[in-house]
């Protein structure tokens, strides 16, 4: 099994910036990637940014995102963070992490490629 922890997030205003952090625990080694997803009231769950934490580091991010998110990762502590820059109102969301034991390429912004997912932490975004 592995735990993971989000933290981070809060409130800030439009084209501000925010960062939220998700640390993993127990059996890591069994994980190849993480990826953050949102959700909005009233709104399907949507992916963000993956990253695989092998050596490779590859990242993917949802085209909503690109050029104002970051997602990078921290292997000596477990540790991946999603920098989010240029911040608009729809970015309102909550955020989830979620880790994968399996490489899942194109497929890596589908919630239903991850095995493991965290609480969720609020990011709000005011105009």
């Known amino acids: 099994q592995v735990q993971l922890v989000e933290s981070g997030g809060g409130s800030v205003q439009a084209g501000g910036s925010l960062s939220v952090s998700c640390t993993a625990s127990?059996?890591?080694?069994?994980?190849?990637?993480m990826g953050w997803f949102r959700q909005a009231p009233g709104k399907e769950r949507e992916g963000v940014a993956a990253i695989y934490t092998t050596s490779s580091g590859f990242t993917y991010y949802a085209d909503s995102v690109k050029g104002r998110f970051a997602i990078s990762q921290d292997n000596a502590k477990n540790t991946v963070s999603l920098q989010m820059n240029s911040l608009k109102p729809e970015d309102t969301a909550i955020y989830y992490c979620?880790?994968?034991?399996?490489?899942?390429?194109?497929?890596?912004?589908?919630?239903?490629?991850?095995?493991?997912w965290g609480q969720g932490t609020q990011v709000t975004v005011s105009s």
């Open positions: 127990g059996y890591t080694d069994s994980t190849v990637g």
């Open positions: 979620a880790a994968t034991t399996h490489f899942c390429g194109s497929r890596c912004l589908r919630g239903s490629s991850y095995d493991y």
